[in-house]
């Protein structure tokens, strides 16, 4: 956006967990460095104040639209977009042999197919909304750069992970010493950071992340010299935590310790670490997360994969663990965060009936665990926008509307001013041609929450640029 801009119409974000607001007939102003400068009713004196000035664009949204802020992916593997949908069959430590490794080593010997991979990536994020992604690399340096580059220059916040691996069972696809590793996690953050140093601070989207793939791939002196390294650097952390029965098991036998203790003695759980899954962490032991700052996130729908259990979302969040949502693509299928919000309820439903039935066998009286364990659609996009904008650590504000946060936006089209019922999988038998239009309340909100698909997605914008249009995508 090279000029300011001024949005007029329905606005809807979750500014609290669990709390829908609707903005109807609201102004929003967006400066010329993409951060919202103005949001108020559009009768206010300072909203027709602005209406006034002829300096500013103006997009007013039809009846049928709204704003909300993009998603954000807090887990997906990069590399593996390239066999996005198979080798599901597979538990989680031969699936990483048989189809991971292979496509990862892949794109590394092949600069070319690497470009094509990641910028196909980018277009799907955006047509689904997702307006920044934790993502996992590859262990080239090079690749990974390729991957930075392609998200900045597609408008997508994106924090980057050159993988950090001396042991392997794959022998063509490891670091080659623990120091190496370190050299090469040093150096890829030095030509990550780069690629956006040209840029003026507002336009640097992309970020370099230390990412130890999992502790089964990583020695100790390679935890420990990343955990040193963060320090040093106030680098962000990402990698996986007690997600498989398998990896768990593995991890005990090797080390004689569990995941969350291997990764507390190296100094990686902090303030700025993102953990993938954690399903294995008891009650007790997500409070002791809390406590170190690191965020999760949650990926329902791989972890109906590839993990023994359900992750335990609600005693995380009463804990005060930092909580969005992730598709790990390829270990889930789908790169629509729409999808993982809708896994996210479906588990937690169906924990809550376990734990109902469960109930039943306890002696008259016994109260202990009889909070209910589910999550309802609400807190679901919370998760998604603001609760995940917060676990990334993304500039105050992100995830929601609000003066001084960054514009970054869809709107969508639920039944738009024609004739019909509504658009893509919408249906409203309410419209009546020739009458007013619906008005958007929580329950039509919720209706686009559980049908709604990229066909309801008009555009994108993030840090005030537009980079999505569905009339010009491919």
Known sequence: MTRSHLFRGTIVHTPALGAVEILHNH??????????????????????????????????????????????????????????????????????????????????????????VYRRLAERLLEHGTGAVLLFGTIGTETNLILARVMQEAGVRAFVGKL????????????????AALQAARAFCDDCDEIVQPLPPHARLVQPVLTPRFVPTCSKPLLEGLGQLAAQRGVRVQSHMAEAHDQVQHVLSEHGQDDMDVFLHSKLLT???????????????????????????????????????????????????????????????????????RHTVSVSRMREGARILESTDRPKGETEGTKSLSVDWKEALYLATRGGASALGLP??????????????????????????????????????????????????????CLGDTRNREEVWVQGASVYSRGLAN
């Open 27 to 116: 102004l929003l102003g967006v400066d010329e460095q993409g951060y919202i400068n103005h949001l108020a009713d559009a009768s206010s004196p300072a909203s027709q104040e602005l209406l006034g000035r002829t300096e500013h664009g103006l997009t007013v949204l039809p009846a049928g639209s709204f704003l909300v802020p993009t998603f954000c992916d807090l887990h997906l593997h990069a590399p593996q977009f390239l066999y996005q949908g198979t080798g599901l069959h597979l538990p989680l430590m031969e699936w990483l042999n048989e189809y991971a490794f292979k496509a990862e080593e892949r794109l590394d010997a092949d600069p070319m197919l690497a470009e094509r």
């Open 164 to 179: 950090s691996m001396d042991i392997s069972t794959r022998p063509s696809y490891v670091e080659p010493s623990t120091e």
């Open 271 to 341: 303030p700025h670490t993102v953990q993938a899954h954690c399903t294995f962490l008891s009650a007790d032991e997500l409070a002791r997360l809390a406590a170190t700052g690191t965020a999760v996130a949650h990926c329902p729908l791989s972890n109906a994969y590839f993990s023994a259990a359900p992750f335990r979302l609600r005693e995380a969040l009463d804990a005060g663990v930092r909580v969005g949502l992730g598709t790990d693509v390829a270990g889930g299928y789908s790169i629509d965060i729409m999808s993982a919000m």
């Open 396 to 449: 105050e504000g992100c995830g929601m509307f609000a003066v001084g946060a960054p514009f970054d936006a869809h709107v969508y089209n639920e039944h738009g001013t024609g004739k019909g019922y509504g658009v893509g999988a919408l249906d409203f038998f309410d419209i009546v041609e020739g009458h007013p239009p619906l008005t958007l309340t929580v329950e039509v909100v919720e209706k686009w929450w």
